[in-house]
């Protein structure tokens, strides 16, 4: 596996720290297990979706936390010794073990839902950008002359005088 050293970015880039711990943490990722699979995709301009493949979860056994830009979901299997021990498998190919998938968000993404429906986790995202960063129009007004006449003056005091 081929490493990268971001050393030389930190000495000569102020404020791409970010940037480099996203390109750390996708290379770090890069090597999962791929358990659960999952899909992402767009659902409108600025909305998403993740499924993830959780046949054999409830929804009391997975948990989804948005913290820092970072969402995690976890599945944690409740230990159930007493119906274990009771079946004998010939083939055990459905994977019930314990997991946990990491998303690193945009800013502005939050989730607006998650719903568990056939063993598929759906989860909704949506980006929400403030009012300060939407793009706005600016009126142009008309051309203003840079120097007043005397008749101009004459208009607006008899303006104000009416």
């Not at 409740?78 to 274990?84: K, L, R």
């Not at 949506?126 to 008749?151: M, Q």
Request: proline share 4%; no cysteine; glycine share 6%.
């Amino acid at each position: 596996m081929r490493t990268y050293d971001f050393t030389p970015l930190y000495r000569s880039a102020v404020g791409f720290d970010r940037l480099a711990n996203l390109l750390e943490t996708a290379a770090r990722t890069s090597q999962d297990s791929g358990y659960p699979p999952y899909n992402i995709e767009t659902t409108g301009e600025n909305a998403y979706r993740i499924e993830i493949a959780v046949a054999g979860f409830s929804p009391d056994e997975l948990n989804i936390e948005v913290k820092e830009n970072l969402l995690t979901v976890t599945g944690r299997k409740t230990a159930n010794d007493d119906a274990a021990a009771q079946k004998t498998y010939l083939h055990r190919g459905l994977a019930e073990r314990d997991f946990e998938r990491r998303f690193q968000l945009a800013d502005y993404v939050v989730v607006t839902e998650a719903d568990l429906v056939n063993g598929l986790l759906s989860i909704s995202l949506k980006r929400e950008l403030p009012e300060a960063l939407k793009p706005r129009r600016i009126e142009i007004g008309g051309a203003k002359p840079l120097i007043e006449s005397k008749t101009d003056k004459a208009q607006q005091q008899a303006a104000k005088a009416a």
